[in-house]
């Protein structure tokens, strides 16, 4: 049975599934009712982190076209366009085994695509979730749901896989940025 996260909450992962080495983190969304004009392009996105809190190098910041990262140990699945239907939206896949030392935290964000030029904002998302199963029985081991508490973001850190005592942990953040993915880019030490 999944363990269903607060906003602020960590949780053990591996120490509490021993054996699991393969994840999917799952990400997902829906779009309110919005007749601007323009289609809704949401984007996940993964930050590979070192002890800094920095991507070392452009290699460590997975996205739409940079699919896989850390010698092959991360993987996006692709980008979808319209986010329509249930389910996840985007997949993350995780060898947690092969995820080099040096590689503290995986942060995974979720941005709007374009989102300045096109007038859209968070505000106008709504179902948000970041949840990680297991691909070998797909078992949901852990569910977060962002609830509403954005309006004006253009793009959101929803969680992190982190290293703690040798164990992986989660830590569902849910914080919102104004600026975008190259907000983000930039906190994450990465020139735009």
Same mark, same amino acid.
């Given at each position: 049975?999944?363990i269903? $996260?607060?906003?602020?909450?960590?949780?053990?992962?591996?120490?509490?599934?021993?054996?699991?080495k %393969?994840?999917? /983190? &799952?990400? !997902?969304?829906?779009?309110?009712?919005?007749?601007?004009g323009?289609?809704?392009d949401?984007?996940?996105?993964v930050? $590979?982190?070192?002890?800094?809190?920095k991507?070392?190098?452009e290699q460590?910041?997975?996205?739409? %076209?940079?699919? /896989? &990262?850390? !010698?092959?140990?991360?993987?996006?699945?692709?980008?979808?366009?319209?986010?329509?239907?249930d389910?996840?939206?985007?997949q993350?896949?995780?060898?947690?085994s092969?995820?080099?030392?040096?590689?503290?935290?995986i942060?995974?964000?979720?941005?709007?695509?374009?989102?300045?030029s096109r007038?859209?904002?968070?505000g106008?998302?709504?179902?948000?979730?970041?949840?990680?199963f297991n691909?070998e029985?797909n078992?949901?081991?852990?569910?977060?749901?962002?609830?509403?508490?954005?309006?004006?973001?253009t793009?959101?850190?929803?969680?992190?896989?982190?290293?703690?005592s040798?164990e992986?942990?989660?830590?569902?953040?849910?914080?919102g940025?104004?600026?975008?993915?190259a907000?983000l880019?930039?906190?994450?030490?990465?020139n735009?």
């Open positions: 049975m999944a269903s $996260l607060s906003k602020g909450q960590k949780v053990d992962l591996t120490k509490s599934n021993p054996g699991l %393969n994840i999917v /983190v &799952g990400l !997902g969304w829906d779009v309110n009712k919005y007749d601007g323009n289609d809704f949401l984007d996940s996105s930050f $590979l982190l070192d002890a800094s809190g991507c070392a190098s460590d910041f997975i996205f739409f %076209n940079n699919l /896989v &990262g850390a !010698g092959g140990a991360v993987e996006h699945t692709g980008d979808n366009l319209t986010g329509a239907g389910g996840d939206d985007e993350v896949k995780i060898d947690l092969s995820v080099p030392a040096n590689i503290e935290k942060t995974f964000t979720i941005t709007i695509h374009e989102a300045e007038n859209q904002n968070f106008q998302v709504s179902n948000s979730f970041v949840r990680i691909p029985s078992e949901e081991l852990i569910r977060y749901d962002l609830g509403e508490d954005f309006s004006i973001e793009a959101v850190v929803v969680g992190e896989l982190y290293r703690h040798g992986w942990k989660f830590n569902a953040i849910g914080s940025y104004q600026g975008g993915l907000s880019v930039r906190d994450f030490g990465l735009v």
